[in-house]
């Protein structure tokens, strides 16, 4: 099996360093790897971004751990390695189905907070939208990210109703996603969840979650989700997110759960595990050794 990092900026013989223990570490358990050029990849400049890929003689299974990509970006990557025969452990659909909560949401709505989604950025259509909610808070943020740094200003909406308000944080969403917004917006249903602590340089409230790696639709790691915090001991019912886990329409895969301070644990959202990142409490070689151990071949 091989890991497809990205390279250093400067440097395409050089790994990105962010992943350069996750490398020593995959090598030193049998991993093959092979360096891609992110910032090629994303100016859809393929054969620059795969010219220190080499051709395989058979099929090699491959995961990709680097930075976000569109599904149109992750389709081109997915194309140009399979022309190398090696092949990414999930297809375009798949990555896309967890990488965009409106392709998962059917599957997850019975635990996960309500939702809804327009690609139409029209203060007429994102009124109509947040109308749904009537009153109660809510959250904004695109099909793959929140501005959940700037929780005052560009993420919360304490009043669904607020026309004003609603317009204000989502203009500023907007205007801070940029070139980089996904597709629309999605409404969500904001949670009362269990306070953890608050982020020490953003002052964002953090709550207690955890991010669960799936592989295979098993669990192979579950890591607090933040790095600040102390999160005790907690007794979490695994069952049903592994029931929902298996129609999840893909092989590696991540659930992010958080407690709702009723005890509930719910489901905040899905990603493609290859580009979740590891948190900083992460051990490393358990993660490599869990995934070595359920993608043998």
Same mark, same amino acid.
């Given at each position: 099996?091989?890991?497809?990092?990205?390279?250093?900026?400067?440097?395409?013989?050089? %790994?990105?360093?962010?992943?350069?223990?996750?490398?020593?570490?995959?090598? =030193?358990?049998?991993?093959?790897? +092979?360096?891609?050029?992110?910032?090629?990849?994303?100016?859809?400049?393929?054969?620059?971004?795969?010219?220190?890929? !080499?051709?395989?003689?058979?099929?090699?299974?491959?995961?990709?751990?680097?930075?976000?990509?569109?599904?149109?970006?992750?389709?081109?990557?997915?194309?140009?390695?399979?022309?190398?025969? %090696? $092949?990414?452990? *999930?297809? !375009?659909? +798949? &990555?896309?189905?967890?990488? &965009?909560?409106?392709?998962? &949401? =059917?599957? %997850?709505?019975?635990?996960?907070?309500? +939702?809804?989604?327009?690609?139409?950025?029209?203060?007429?259509?994102?009124?109509?939208?947040?109308?749904?909610?009537?009153?109660? !808070?809510?959250?904004? $943020?695109?099909?793959?990210?929140?501005?959940?740094?700037?929780?005052?200003?560009?993420?919360?909406?304490? *009043?669904?109703? =607020? +026309?004003?308000?609603? $317009?204000?944080?989502?203009?500023?969403?907007?205007?801070?996603?940029?070139?980089?917004? *996904?597709?629309? %917006?999605?409404?969500?249903? @904001?949670?009362?969840?269990?306070?953890?602590?608050?982020?020490?340089?953003?002052?964002?409230?953090?709550?207690?979650? @955890?991010?669960?790696?799936?592989?295979n639709k098993k669990i192979i790691q579950v890591f607090n989700y933040w790095d600040e915090g102390d999160y005790g001991t907690s007794e979490i019912d695994f069952n049903e997110f592994k029931a929902l886990a298996l129609k999840i329409k893909s092989s590696f895969f991540t659930m992010d759960i958080a407690q709702k301070k009723t005890g509930e644990w719910i489901i905040m959202e899905l990603g493609d595990a290859q580009v979740?990142?590891?948190?900083?409490?992460?051990?490393?070689?358990?993660? &490599?050794?869990?995934?070595?151990?359920?993608?043998?071949?």
């Amino acid at each position: 099996m091989r890991i497809i990092f990205c390279d250093a900026v400067f440097d395409s013989k050089t %790994i990105e360093p962010d992943y350069e223990e996750e490398k020593n570490i995959a090598v =030193d358990l049998g991993f093959n790897f +092979s360096l891609i050029s992110y910032e090629a990849l994303v100016e859809n400049e393929l054969n620059t971004a795969l010219k220190f890929v !080499p051709n395989q003689d058979k099929i090699e299974t491959a995961f990709y751990r680097g930075w976000m990509i569109t599904p149109q970006q992750y389709e081109n990557l997915y194309e140009g390695l399979l022309k190398k025969n %090696i $092949k990414l452990i *999930n297809d !375009p659909e +798949s &990555y896309k189905h967890c990488h &965009y909560l409106p392709n998962s &949401y =059917d599957i %997850i709505k019975t635990k996960t907070p309500k +939702s809804n989604w327009t690609t139409d950025l029209t203060d007429v259509s994102i009124l109509k939208l947040a109308q749904d909610f009537g009153k109660s !808070p809510i959250i904004v $943020k695109d099909y793959v990210k929140s501005e959940k740094h700037h929780w005052e200003d560009a993420c919360f909406i304490p *009043n669904a109703s =607020d +026309s004003n308000n609603v $317009k204000t944080i989502v203009h500023n969403f907007i205007k801070l996603r940029g070139n980089t917004l *996904n597709e629309g %917006i999605v409404f969500r249903a @904001f949670e009362e969840l269990e306070f953890l602590t608050e982020h020490s340089k953003s002052g964002m409230p953090l709550t207690k979650e @955890f991010r669960i790696f799936f592989g295979n639709k098993k669990i192979i790691q579950v890591f607090n989700y933040w790095d600040e915090g102390d999160y005790g001991t907690s007794e979490i019912d695994f069952n049903e997110f592994k029931a929902l886990a298996l129609k999840i329409k893909s092989s590696f895969f991540t659930m992010d759960i958080a407690q709702k301070k009723t005890g509930e644990w719910i489901i905040m959202e899905l990603g493609d595990a290859q580009v979740a990142g590891l948190p900083d409490n992460a051990n490393k070689k358990e993660f &490599y050794s869990a995934l070595n151990m359920n993608f043998k071949t």
